[in-house]
């Protein structure tokens, strides 16, 4: 194992193209990999390369696995001089659109991102390290990272507005012990600065706003094309009476006003999806909200939780958006909890990740698999 090679997972992004250009010039042994996903880009956003882009703005948003990403880091690897592997990653992603389909099919809203870390950003790229001999691999998310005795601490990044720590719940402890994570302490003004000055072609490249596997940022149209939208039925507020059908469930989530397919005087949200049923019932915004909820397959990161302990002063994020609200935990189990909220928290989703966090240090995380929803239990 060389002690100073670093695994580099190049997105084709300024990210981490600004965390390998860190790292080398921290004296690491830096080797760049972007993984493929097997999944083609709509026309006008394959072939948008970035290396064209004179400018900080462009006309098209990508996702992270484009033709035109995967050029665009491989022409970053080789302006830094380092190596530079594909990999073939479409059997694993394939596993993620699976998991994707099967929350919907379920009723729940999933959370692709934080899974996609778990299994393949850190699980199936900490398998390539051990088979480069690579000791670290790193990414260009926007957290921070503590090695302790305890273990290692996972800190939100400094940007506030970028903080993806968030995202990192799921990963394994033994995996972050290995992470470097070299722009949490920067601002992304910064991290743009840097690649300007590093002459990287994709310094002024859009974030990543789309789902890897959602090249058209319509996910309902991926769920049609892999089977069907799910069960027709009802649209129902909050009384019970029906205000219109729908041609599937798998259509909807939590939270959602736009799109609900009738009118009404007063803007109206999903408050519940029945996927038995096919029923999606809806209601106004002070409907949406939660009070309670319960996480399952919790996780704790770099500290010792008690199996029924209760921890006070938190801030729960449930959302990718950074932040979060003040709840309480109380653990029923190693690996679930009850969380409860200080003010009822709007459209908390099952299917999504929830995160416990002291100040800025993320405590865990795991996946929502409950959540109170007063008003619809009589309907």
Known sequence: MNPKRVLVALSGGV??????????????????VFLRNG???????????????????????????????????????DKLGIPFHALDME????????????????????N?????????????????????????????????????ESGPQLLRGLDVHKDQSYVLFPVAESTLARTL?????????????????AGFAVFGKPDSQEICFVPGND????????????????????????????????????????????????????I????????????????????????????????ELSPTGVLEGLEVQYRSAPGGVSATATMLAPDRLRIEFAEPAESVTPGQGLALYQGDRLLGGGWICWAQSAAVEHV
């Open 219 to 270: 996910y309902r149209e991926v769920l049609r094309k892999s089977g069907g939208l799910g069960k027709a039925g009802r649209m129902v507020d909050l009384n019970g009476q029906v205000l219109a059908e729908h041609d599937g469930h798998m259509g909807f989530t939590r939270g959602q006003r736009r799109g609900l397919g009738f009118a009404s005087t007063q803007p109206m949200y999903v």
């Open 181 to 197: 994570l070299p722009i949490g302490e920067l601002q992304k003004s910064e991290t743009r600065a840097l690649a300007e000055k």
């Open 15 to 32: 990210d981490s193209s600004v965390a390998a250009l860190l790292l080398q010039q921290q004296g690491y042994d830096v080797v760049g």
């Open 91 to 110: 059997a694993e992603f394939d596993r993620i659109q699976q998991y994707f389909r099967s929350e919907y099919e379920l009723g729940r809203t999933p």
């Open 272 to 303: 519940d999806i029945r996927a038995d049923t096919g029923d999606v019932v809806v209601g106004p915004r002070e409907a949406t909200g939660s009070s309670l909820a319960e996480v399952e397959g919790f996780q704790a990161v770099g500290c």
């Open 112 to 148: 692709p991102c934080a899974m996609c870390n778990r299994d393949i950003k850190f699980g199936a790229l900490v398998q390539f390290a051990d088979a480069m001999g690579a000791q670290y691999l790193a990414t260009g998310h926007y957290a921070r990272l503590k090695q302790t």
């Open 39 to 77: 999944v083609e880009a709509a026309k006008n956003v394959a072939t948008a390369s970035a290396c064209s882009m004179k400018s900080k703005t462009a006309a098209h948003k990508q996702g992270c696995c484009s033709a035109a990403d995967a050029r665009d880091a491989a022409l970053v690897a």
